[in-house]
């Protein structure tokens, strides 16, 4: 697909800057004048003594109608409109694509702004202060990549924090919370970096976001914004969701071997602001229906596993099958060792891709039903705790990863 | 303008690349003529691809008679119709790229075909002329006789007789292979036409065939002439002119230093074979022996940055035995041409799998070392899959046979009638092609060719393989080859058993100290170096590459999530020290914590879990006690001290900027930010540590109590005073932490802590409570804690002494002053006064002597306290002293001499001088009279100059707490006091020669002149230092009667403490090396 030319000074309300742009803010969730002329306020009182409102720019899609006059008294920010077929094709919340990635990233260069910040989140309920927190880094303190901190249930986001953030910390040493967030801010630096690619050479769910910037040696931080994590419109399927997210994380591990195999450890990343009150929990979930998805997977997908997972893995699955629903365990070391072998299967197209990422989905529901059982109604800091043994045991079992990746025999235990 | 660059967009791509050597028509027959072609290589890149290799070497495919494989070439700008045309060249050019693999092809520059149309023009033109003159012709053979005749087997003269010419042609190689003449331009111009011609079309790079015999003078051998060099530099300008990222790579068989100038100054070839490694790597392995690959290396020079090394094991050729010496050619052909029929030329006709007998381990092993050692490898086709050779098919064909593809007809290289074959494939039954191929291989997981592929992505995670330096080690097992190569931040140790037994080794790894090995293969971490030998047992041929990183990685696995998620202390000290809390204080957090601290003694071993054993409140100070038990992978746990306390806010700012190392891990109240630090840095916890000696009082933990108890003299050293004294934290220690309160005391919080009775504690106690000795500082309390019956020392306080430094200090002030003072003048001819020249310090050295002495007879003084009471030296004592000296000795002189070739260069001298003396050393260790009398008394232990201060022209000794590292048994031992004095003996000759490298850094040229002059101040102070210490100790039963006796054991003391001091220099310090040697060859 041909890439759509991203800016439109016929569409624009106000033309861009004639000194540039320092920063530019994309808010895709806003459709209205009401809500872009309350976003744009929001943005200059975030920015305020930081960047001058003449010198921010807030995209926004063609149609929502701002009222230029209020725009023009209040001095900025300016607005600019991206054609339609980006901005429709920006990623609500977990559909993230890369089309709409690029365009705004060549926006941003064209304006040669200091770099972008994209708010997924309803900016109706992202304070001032929390906007300031995702700017100020990329601004002021030569950070690449900003990544959000929510306010977290401890039963959202499984697929973010059950594999995506370990998987990443263990990779690539740094600890990020969620790096597959719809709010976050990026650098020119990054941007720049991302446009060298050629168009299409990042596909997915943006993981790459992340290790991109790690592997080039960029600064990445972490902003508490005390939003809830932005609700999907329409979720989809685990199965859809596992090749999806999976799918995108295998293709970074195998894009980036060479980088991710002298990493060590890990690193806590800057953290910006701090956090706000835990969110009310609900109450205990029944995972009986998860645990029957996983005895049937075990059932009908033994060639598959097989193919993938090791004996030693295979047994524990199979002991797994027998035990009761409030005995059911899936230890970290092992699920971090199954996360690691079906991308190695990925890599080695052992079969067709998406026969594997469907044939993980049991796997990965048996892990959300050991971990839903084992947090229970523990508090958040405990549940945090969890989440970084979790982190702890896909670092601790990297060498299997990476000894496999690098003598790739079937023959192993 | 921009140039148009090849298919990388490195242009030092070479350097990292794995070529892969290949003849067309051996590799697939697209067309069942019998002779493989460019298309059918096309179908055949992505099983290449997927070997990984990065870049083809094609053998010449130009039109050609074939009477030399293709090096005689007839036309150099189009493809022999056996392979294909043109537009499959480009059409596996492109197809190539689009696999990210380069294409290097052949330039074959020294000679043509006696067919090409140049040759033919060549002989009927007029003698003179430029068509004529596209060829050196003479109308004798008798010039150039230097030139030696390369072919051998088949050449007798580099000149032959044209009839049609009427003149002798020059040919270096076959007699139908004239030598081009390069002293007319019209030949370089064809040449350079031929080159843009290809590159051009998009050709990566040029092998430039035969280079040093470009050009012929006579007077010469012909090779590598400067006229030459012009020549090359001339094409390479040439290429660089108009084309990027190209590169050309020279076969020059010639000796590294030879081979050199073909780099130029990077102005000349890219790459060059390195071809003397070859046979050497061969010879090495049948040998059992690293010296020949060492020797190779070692006699190859730095090449510039932008230059590369090109190794390879077999190629299309014979395994050439050019390069070696001719016993070494005969060795070669004893061990790897047993059949006569195996040779040719100088050199052996077979392929790798049959040369190593199919060895697979021999083949892996050899592999390991094409892919390790510095250059780009190349591997040859087939290689990859142990394919065998024919040595019955003549010249070099018999390594030239079809590839091996499947088991069907053929081996799958063409469906033509078998006697179409432009070759017969090996049909043997060990390395026939229904044995051995492409296909089965693919489908056995433990393949040599799936092998070989790991091999190949492994080496290109790493730079460092392409670009790293090379360190050979030295282990002292020869058949052993180890060396580190780095690039960067990359560290590589690869290791090799060229033995076909297992092979133990010791690697002196020292320099890496505290880097863990991972081996790479495997992802396998090692033990972390230590200081000590690093053994490693290798299986017979076995290899082990390792890749270096700098910190353990199973403490930082389990480091938490630090700062970021705050430990909750809203349920204070009981909250915070139980559940997950706790799970994450003891697997993640104080392991980190610990690990950053100086007196953290274990930093090598890899800790599993800091567990807290005790904990309780530190009274009223908000702060709490612990005692913690640190475990390890492996080996015993230690216990530690650390006081804990928590502070919030704009307090924990502070601390994070003035002391972020003290800080465990962040806190948080629910209300407030804050950290958990150690609470030694906090004045509240250290005054309640001190008021706990001051009252006596008990601190009851969970499990015991700590207990304070005051020294007798405490109450003095505070005199009436009650004004609260100001704190300090004092800074330099290793393993202890101590707090100076005012100017009165000091608390020493000894952090490892072991069961029993401490010896600081003890002796301090001793001197200052019973024997009323003066000159240390004096003993004014402990804080005891005690669990179970056991009493641990936690603290000692003691009076503060207000001082000038220490002695080591001082001694080096001294001496600065004196060789500033002297070293304008020539030492005195005659035996010179002392006290003329060293002055004062005599007088400092005598005092030290009395104090030790005093000190001697003070510990020495009848308490009724058994620990203290003297005992006699007995005949068994001195035996067993007289033993162990010897084999300590006898061991440090073996290591010095196995690890002569570490030394720096300036102290092999000494360290042959030393050598020398070996018997007479031991000698004097097995000397010791049996029953020579004196007594054993506690000592010091530990004595130099660095545990003494300077006080007001006197002296005060501190610190008898011994070596941390050995147990409070060892170190409450009983010995002859002389062992102080040696000590303090070697440390005025450390004095001395440390001054001495101090000053020698800024005058270099003033060392041999100040020689004589440190061996003056070291001797004379240390003759005052013993004359005092001998005339205060003389009333006292505490040396041997006989002054020869109490000689003989005193040299036997400074021996021994040079030899564990030339050990130590040896493996921390290699520059201070020569202050042990020069000791001992003086002693």
Not at chain 1, 132 to 154: C, G, K, M, W
Not at chain 2, 16 to 23: G, K, P, R
Not at chain 2, 930 to 941: E, F, K, L, S, Y
Request: glycine share 8%; net charge negative.
């Amino acid at each position: 697909m041909a890439e759509p030319e991203t800016l439109s000074p016929e569409t624009g309300e106000r033309p861009a800057p004639s000194g540039g742009a320092e920063i530019v803010f994309v808010m895709p969730s806003v459709s209205t004048a009401g809500g872009l002329s309350d976003a744009a306020g929001r943005i200059r009182q975030a920015l305020d003594g930081l960047v001058p409102p003449a010198k921010i720019v807030l995209v926004h899609p063609e149609g929502a109608a701002p009222d230029p006059e209020s725009m023009r008294e209040a001095g900025g920010p300016a607005l600019l409109a991206l054609p339609v077929s980006p901005i429709d094709q920006f990623p609500a919340p977990g559909e993230n694509r890369p089309e709409a990635y690029r365009a705004i990233f060549q926006a941003t260069s064209r304006l040669g702004a200091r770099g972008c910040i994209v708010v997924g989140s309803d900016p109706a309920t992202v304070s001032p202060e929390a906007l300031r927190r995702l700017a100020q880094p990329i601004v002021e303190q030569s950070l690449d990549l900003v990544t959000p901190l929510y306010l977290r249930r401890r039963f959202e986001s499984l697929l973010q924090s059950g594999v995506i953030a370990p998987a990443l910390r263990a990779l690539y040493g740094k600890r990020i919370r969620f790096p597959i967030g719809s709010d976050f801010g990026v650098s020119a630096r990054l941007i720049e970096q991302h446009l060298q690619l050629p168009a299409g050479a990042r596909v997915g769910v943006p993981v790459w976001l992340a290790s991109d910037a790690v592997c080039a040696g960029l600064q990445v931080g972490q902003a508490h914004l005390n939003v809830p994590i932005p609700a999907q419109k329409d979720p989809p399927e685990a199965s859809t969701a596992v090749s999806r997210v999976l799918g995108a994380l295998f293709l970074d591990i195998d894009r980036h071997a060479t980088h991710w195999q002298k990493i060590r450890g890990s690193q806590s990343v800057p953290v910006f602001g701090t956090g706000g009150a835990a969110m009310d929990e609900p109450g205990p979930v029944d995972v009986s229906r998860l645990i029957e998805t996983f005895r049937l997977g075990y059932r009908n997908l033994q060639d598959v596993w097989s193919a993938v997972l090791p004996p030693a893995s295979l047994l524990e699955l199979k002991r797994l099958t027998a035990l009761a629903p409030a005995d059911f365990r899936l230890p970290d070391e092992l699920w971090a060792r199954m996360v690691y072998d079906f991308a190695l299967a990925h890599r080695l197209r052992i079969m067709n891709r998406d026969h594997l990422l469907g044939a993980m989905t049991p796997v990965y529901l048996a892990w959300v039903a050991s971990y839903t059982i084992e947090v229970g109604t523990a508090a958040p800091a405990a549940v945090e705790y969890r989440l970084d043994r979790l982190g702890a045991a896909f670092e601790s079992q990297k060498p299997y990863l990476v000894s496999r990746w690098r003598w790739p025999d079937r023959f192993n235990p | 303008m921009i140039k148009p660059s090849g298919s990388a967009t490195d242009p030092l791509w070479y350097k990292d690349a794995i070529i892969y050597e290949l003849h067309v028509k051996a590799f697939y027959d697209s067309n069942n003529d019998g002779i493989g072609d460019f298309q059918g290589l096309v179908q055949k890149l992505d099983y290449l691809q997927d070997l990984g290799v990065t870049c083809l070497w094609i053998l010449p495919f130009f039109p050609s008679p074939l009477r030399d494989d293709g090096y005689d070439i007839a036309d150099y700008l189009d493809v022999h119709p056996n392979y294909g045309t043109l537009d499959d060249f480009q059409s596996f050019l492109r197809a190539a790229h689009d696999r990210n693999l380069q294409v290097v092809i052949e330039l074959v520059v020294n000679h043509t075909s006696d067919q090409h149309p140049w040759f033919q023009s060549a002989r009927q033109a007029p003698p003179g002329s430029p068509e004529r003159d596209f060829y050196v012709w003479s109308d004798t053979d008798q010039k150039y006789r230097d030139a030696r005749i390369i072919f051998t087997d088949t050449e007798k003269s580099n000149w032959t007789w044209d009839p049609v010419a009427k003149a002798y042609y020059w040919h270096r190689f076959f007699s139908h292979q004239p030598d081009l003449n390069y002293d007319n331009p019209f030949v370089v111009d064809e040449i350079v036409k031929a080159m843009h011609f290809w590159l051009d079309m998009g050709v990566d790079g040029l092998r430039l065939d035969a280079i040093p015999y470009l050009v012929e003078r006579d007077g010469t051998n012909c090779e590598n002439l400067p006229e030459t060099h012009l020549l090359i530099k001339a094409i390479r300008a040439e290429m660089d002119r108009k084309h990027a990222n190209r590169m050309i790579l020279a076969e020059a068989n010639q000796w590294p230093t030879d081979v050199r100038p073909y780099f130029g100054d990077g102005d000349e070839c890219h790459m060059a074979f390195h071809f003397p490694v070859m046979p050497r790597i061969f010879m090495g392995l049948r040998l059992e022996d690293r010296v020949p690959i060492v020797d190779i290396m070692a006699q190859t020079p730095p090449i510039p940055d932008t230059c590369q090394w090109a190794l390879f094991l077999r190629n299309h050729d014979e395994l050439t035995l050019e390069m070696v010496t001719a016993d070494e050619r005969d060795y070669m052909y004893f061990a790897y041409s047993a059949d006569p029929q195996m040779r040719l030329n100088l050199g052996i006709r077979r392929r790798l799998s049959p040369l190593l007998d199919h060895n697979r381990h021999r083949i892996e092993l050899l592999n390991s070392l094409l892919l390790s050692l510095p250059g780009t490898p190349i591997m040859y086709y087939g290689d990859e899959i142990g394919m065998g050779d024919n040595i019955y098919l003549g010249d070099r064909n018999g390594v030239r046979t079809p590839m091996h593809w499947n088991a069907d007809r053929n081996a799958g290289f063409s469906r033509a009638t078998p006697g179409r074959l432009y070759s017969p494939v090996i049909m043997d039954p060990i390395y026939g092609y229904e044995a051995v191929n492409v296909e089965a291989q693919q489908s056995d997981p433990s393949s040599l060719l799936n092998w070989t592929r790991n091999m190949i992505a492994l080496r290109k995670l790493f730079r460092v393989f392409g670009r790293g330096t090379l360190e050979f080690l030295h282990p002292t097992n020869r058949k052993v080859l180890a060396y580190v190569r780095r690039h960067e931040n990359e560290l590589v140790l690869c290791v090799a058993n060229l033995s076909r037994f297992a092979q133990p080794v010791e690697l002196d790894l020292s320099a890496y100290e505290g880097m863990l090995p991972v081996e790479m293969l495997g992802y396998v971490e090692f033990p972390t170096i230590g200081r000590e030998p690093y053994r490693l047992t290798l299986g017979a041929y076995g290899f082990m590459w390792f890749e270096f990183h700098g910190e353990s990685q199973s403490l930082a696995t389990r480091t938490s999530l630090e700062m970021e998620m705050p430990l909750d202390v809203s349920r204070g000290w009981d909250g915070l020290f139980e559940g997950f809390q706790q799970e994450r204080l003891e697997a993640a957090l104080l392991p980190r914590f610990l690990a950053t601290q100086r007196w953290f003694g274990s930093k090598t071993r890899r800790m599993v879990s800091a567990r807290i054993e005790d904990w309780g409140p530190l009274a009223e100070s908000g702060a709490v006690l612990t005692l913690i038990r640190v475990s390890f992978e492996t080996g015993e746990p230690e216990d530690y001290v650390l006081p804990l306390a928590v502070r919030f806010s704009e307090a924990a700012d502070s601390l994070l900027a003035s002391s972020p190392s003290s800080v465990v891990s962040g806190v948080s109240d629910g209300e407030r930010i804050g950290v958990l630090y150690d609470a030694l840095g906090d004045d509240a916890a250290s005054m309640t540590l001190l008021g706990c000696i001051e009252s006596g009082c008990e601190l009851p933990t969970r499990e015991g109590r700590a207990k304070g108890v005051g020294g007798t003299v405490l109450a003095a050293i505070q005199g009436t005073a009650r004004e609260a004294l100001p704190i300090r934290r004092m800074g330099g220690e290793q393993s202890n932490t101590s707090v100076a309160f005012g100017e009165r005391l000091i608390l020493k919080l000894f952090r490892r802590i072991e069961a029993g009775v401490n010896p600081d504690c003890e002796i301090n106690r001793v001197l200052t409570e019973r024997a009323g000795f003066d000159h240390v500082p004096p003993f004014a309390g402990t804080i005891e804690y005690q669990r179970d019956g056991e009493s641990t020392t936690l603290a000692m306080l003691q009076g503060l002494v207000a001082s000038e430094g220490d002695g080591w200090t001082g001694a080096l002030e001294e001496l600065h002053r004196y060789y500033e003072a002297w070293v304008p003048r020539p030492f005195p001819a005659q035996t010179p006064d002392p006290r003329e020249y060293v002055g004062i310090y005599l007088d400092a050295a005598a005092t030290l002597g009395r104090r030790t002495a005093e000190l001697h007879l003070a510990l020495a003084a009848e308490t009724g306290d058994p620990a203290f009471s003297p005992e006699t030296l007995t005949p068994e004592y001195s035996a067993r002293l007289s033993s162990e000296f010897h084999d300590r000795a006898a061991r440090t002189l073996d290591y010095l001499k196995d690890n002569l070739p570490r030394l720096p260069d300036e102290a092999v001298e000494e360290a042959g001088l030393v050598l020398r003396r070996r018997r007479e050393l031991l000698g004097r260790m097995q000397q010791l009279p049996p029953a020579m009398g004196g007594r054993r008394i506690r000592v010091h232990g530990d004595f130099h100059l660095g545990q003494v201060l300077r006080v007001r022209n006197d002296y005060v000794i501190l610190d008898f707490e011994g070596e941390p590292s050995r147990s409070l048994t060892e170190r409450r031992m009983k010995h002859s006091p002389l062992k102080d004095v040696a000590g303090m003996l070697r440390s005025f000759s450390y004095a001395a020669y440390a001054a001495l490298f101090s000053y020698a850094a800024r005058r270099p040229e003033a060392v041999d002149q100040l020689k004589p002059w440190a061996r003056l101040w070291e001797r004379s102070t240390g003759a005052e230092f013993l004359r005092a210490y001998r005339e205060t100790i003389a009333p006292g039963l505490l040396l041997p009667e006989r002054p020869a006796d109490a000689e003989a054991l005193l040299q036997a003391y400074l021996v021994d403490k040079a030899m564990y001091e030339l050990r130590y220099e040896f493996d921390t310090r290699p520059n201070w090396v020569r202050i042990p040697l020069w000791g001992l060859s003086t002693l």
